[in-house]
């Protein structure tokens, strides 16, 4: 397996605040870019080539991975000038691939944090002889995702999107976003529109008879589509519950990168995340939450499970569980913001204005 795709287009769009000015796979999350993370996993299942599909703020990529020789990668970058959807834009970068028809071509999507056995899926591709490989995980609720049933052999007999009712639900198998497509199967995907592969493409495969085979791993896996999500998800690097050779640094209750300044009284624990020339101030508790470059917590602040952006301010004695700070925000001193709340970027909340927020 020398080669990969990485479809890392998307808008981020329930992710906002944090995507407004970096695209999601560029926040951080323990400490660098999650698309890092990916990368780095990929190099170390031997991929050699990667090709990111890109489309919002398509111009950030390139600058920060360059060739991808810092990784020990071959990296391309391919923009796409309207959204295609997944198959879309998996058809749209196919022409930089280097595989033949029959070779295999790893796809990733730019937002699960996962412990995939890659190379076991690659393996598992090539010892079934399957047209696609996908991997397969169990959820307790399975109403969000699509379903992939499989037979005793592990091959797919069917895709179920977004099942409501118990008669729909025949099993707790899930789609997980990580795939292996023989390159011809690729080169087949129609051209100049959009495509969804879990729409049309997979189901239009199997009703034409090909071979579609299922690798179920329920290691970690997580969704990084929402705030809280990519807050956990950041925390579990941090913590070694999510592995990653990328984490810059050990595993451990925080992570405080090099140029931040945390006052000796300060707590940081859950994994929690100081970003690069971030200030904490005296008595501050911070459990769980990233706190991004640049920004500032003063003191006595009590922060849980939320996600400060870059270059915000938190002021003296504010309270944030499960808060969203956008880039350049100041919240001023006692403030209390709870569970969903999200102030906007560059927002000013002046001292003690919102004493609670519900979800929002």
Request: charged residues 20%.
């Amino acid at each position: 397996m020398t080669e990969a795709i990485l479809l890392v287009g998307g808008k981020g769009t329930r992710l906002r605040p944090l995507t407004v000015n970096t695209p999601k796979p560029m926040v951080p999350a323990a400490g660098v870019p999650f698309l890092t993370h990916q990368l780095a996993r990929a190099r170390a299942a031997g991929v050699e080539h990667v090709v990111l599909a890109t489309s919002y703020l398509a111009e950030v990529f390139e600058p920060h991975f360059g060739d991808g020789s810092s990784l020990g990668l071959s990296l391309e970058y391919v923009t796409e000038e309207e959204p295609l959807g997944t198959g879309g834009a998996i058809r749209n970068v196919a022409s930089r691939l280097h595989s033949g028809p029959d070779d295999p071509v790893l796809v990733f999507n730019g937002d699960i944090l996962t412990g995939l056995d890659i190379r076991a899926l690659v393996a598992t591709h090539a010892d079934s002889g399957a047209d696609v490989s996908l991997h397969l995980t169990r959820v307790d609720d399975p109403r969000a995702f699509g379903l992939v049933p499989t037979d005793p052999t592990g091959r797919v007999t069917a895709f179920l999107e977004k099942p409501q009712t118990p008669e729909e639900i025949v099993t707790d198998q899930i789609n997980a976003g990580a795939y292996v497509f023989r390159r011809s199967v690729i080169d087949s995907i129609p051209t100049g529109r959009p495509v969804s592969v879990e729409r049309e493409t997979f189901p239009e495969l199997l009703a034409s008879g090909a071979h579609l085979q299922g690798l179920v791993d329920s290691t970690y896996w997580l969704d990084l589509g929402t705030p809280q999500a990519f807050v956990r998800g950041s925390a579990d690097l941090v913590l070694g519950h999510a592995p990653s050779p990328a984490v810059p640094g050990r595993c451990g209750d925080r992570l405080v990168l090099p140029t931040a300044r945390v006052a000796p009284d300060a707590k940081l624990t859950g994994g929690t995340v100081v970003g690069a020339g971030a200030v904490i101030g005296e008595g501050a508790r911070i459990t769980g939450s990233t706190v991004h470059a640049g920004a500032v917590i003063e003191p006595g602040a009590l922060i849980t499970d939320s996600l400060i952006g870059a270059g915000a301010r938190i002021g003296a004695r504010a309270v944030l569980t499960g808060a969203v700070i956008g880039d350049g925000a100041h919240v001023g001193p006692d403030n209390e913001l709870h569970e969903g709340i999200r102030i906007w970027c560059n927002a000013v909340l002046p001292p003690g204005s919102v004493r609670f927020s519900s979800d929002q």
